[in-house]
T-cell receptor
Framework: DQQVKQNSPSLSVQEGRISILNCDYTNSMFDYFLWYKKYPAEGPTFLISISSIKDKNEDGRFTVFLNKSAKHLSLHIVPSQPGDSAVYFCAASARNNDMRFGAGTRLTVKP | DAGVIQSPRHEVTEMGQEVTLRCKPISGHNSLFWYRQTMMRGLELLIYFNNNVPIDDSGMPEDRFSAKMPNASFSTLKIQPSEPRDSAVYFC???????????FGPGTRLTVL
């Protein structure tokens, strides 16, 4: 059962433009959402998170938006840089319950 | 801090052999997680320890898989016997407490021929 879905396996963006990565979930019990970034041959690293009591969280060039009614969250990167090229995983958890990951979206930022 | 340490980084073995993957979590972290990443299924949680005790092993695919955490600084994931479909990257992660932000190791790429 795929409770967290990232429907776009890849995304290509020009340097300086906005990157928007999307994630959908099905479990209404999820109340904590995270984005991880993964470079080749490395483990995923935490990027940004959001609690279900918020609809937006911003950290520098990275902003996560949460739409609970649509069970949808997105990660915006602006401006995009070539170093942002990586695989991005969306993850969701209900407190004291396991965490589910999406399949990942490969972002390529072209110079 | 060295971060989460996993060994080996790469493992190639033949079907039927026993495979043991190792993990050293970040010192002071109380929770440890084993994940498997495949192209088809993405990142899947296999098992989760809290204070060295297995809390949720519902993600362990079969009885061929077992995991132990004998102390706070070491965990193993064992596959016996291994099969080609076990080929994947296996990640260990640790967190300060439960489902807080997890820190991942570099992963072990397992190839079963």
């Amino acid at each position: 059962d795929q409770q967290v879905k990232q429907n776009s396996p890849s995304l290509s963006v020009q340097e300086g433009r906005i990157s928007i990565l999307n994630c959908d979930y099905t479990n209404s019990m999820f109340d904590y959402f995270l984005w991880y970034k993964k470079y080749p041959a490395e483990g995923p690293t935490f990027l940004i998170s959001i609690s279900s009591i918020k609809d937006k969280n911003e950290d520098g060039r990275f902003t996560v938006f949460l739409n609970k009614s649509a069970k949808h969250l997105s990660l915006h990167i602006v401006p995009s840089q070539p170093g942002d090229s990586a695989v991005y995983f969306c993850a969701a958890s209900a407190r004291n319950n396991d965490m589910r990951f999406g399949a990942g979206t490969r972002l390529t930022v072209k110079p | 801090d060295a971060g989460v340490i996993q060994s080996p980084r790469h493992e190639v073995t033949e079907m039927g052999q026993e495979v043991t993957l190792r993990c050293k979590p970040i010192s002071g972290h109380n929770s440890l997680f084993w994940y498997r990443q495949t192209m088809m299924r993405g990142l899947e949680l296999l098992i989760y320890f809290n204070n060295n005790v297995p809390i949720d092993d519902s993600g362990m695919p079969e009885d061929r898989f077992s995991a132990k955490m004998p102390n706070a600084s070491f965990s193993t994931l064992k596959i016996q016997p291994s099969e080609p479909r076990d080929s994947a990257v296996y990640f260990c992660a640790s967190s300060y407490s439960g489902w807080d932000t997890q820190y991942f190791g570099p992963g072990t790429r397992l190839t079963v021929l």
